[in-house]
Nanobody, 120 residues
Framework: QVQLVESGGGLVQAGGSLRLSCAVSGSIFSVNNMGWYRQAPGKQRELVAS???????NYADSVKGRFTISRDNAKDTVYLQMNSLKPEDTAVYYC??????????????WGQGTQVTVSS
């Protein structure tokens, strides 16, 4: 069984910073692509940033220059450093990881979500 445990959400004023973490645990063979998605009320879930095992990154245009995704392969953990936060960044943020188990091919897993609220 695979678990993705997120932490680091909260309430922050506009212009502030937050750092999200997501640790993958279980009978893991490998963790491939990892990413962060978000879903605001009344909107569809959208990709915020993703990172390959080798460290190549991809960002939504709305967060480029403000957010940084990184990972620690030894800890199977992905991070999202969010700076210069705006009220429109308010959403539930979900961690996603492509995980291969010892006996199964890679499959997408999701965290439980963490609320990020940016006040104006």
């Amino acid at each position: 069984q695979v678990q993705l445990v997120e932490s680091g959400g909260g309430l922050v004023q506009a212009g502030g910073s937050l750092r999200l973490s997501c640790a993958v645990s279980g009978s893991i063979f490998s963790v491939n692509n990892m990413g962060w998605y978000r879903q605001a009320p009344g909107k569809q879930r959208e990709l915020v940033a993703s990172i390959t095992r080798g460290g190549s990154t991809n960002y939504a245009d709305s967060v480029k220059g403000r957010f940084t995704i990184s990972r620690d392969n030894a800890k199977d953990t992905v991070y999202l450093q969010m700076n210069s936060l705006k009220p429109e960044d308010t959403a539930v943020y979900y961690c996603n990881a492509e995980v291969a188990l010892l006996t199964t091919p890679a499959y997408d897993y999701w965290g439980q979500g963490t609320q990020v609220t940016v006040s104006s």
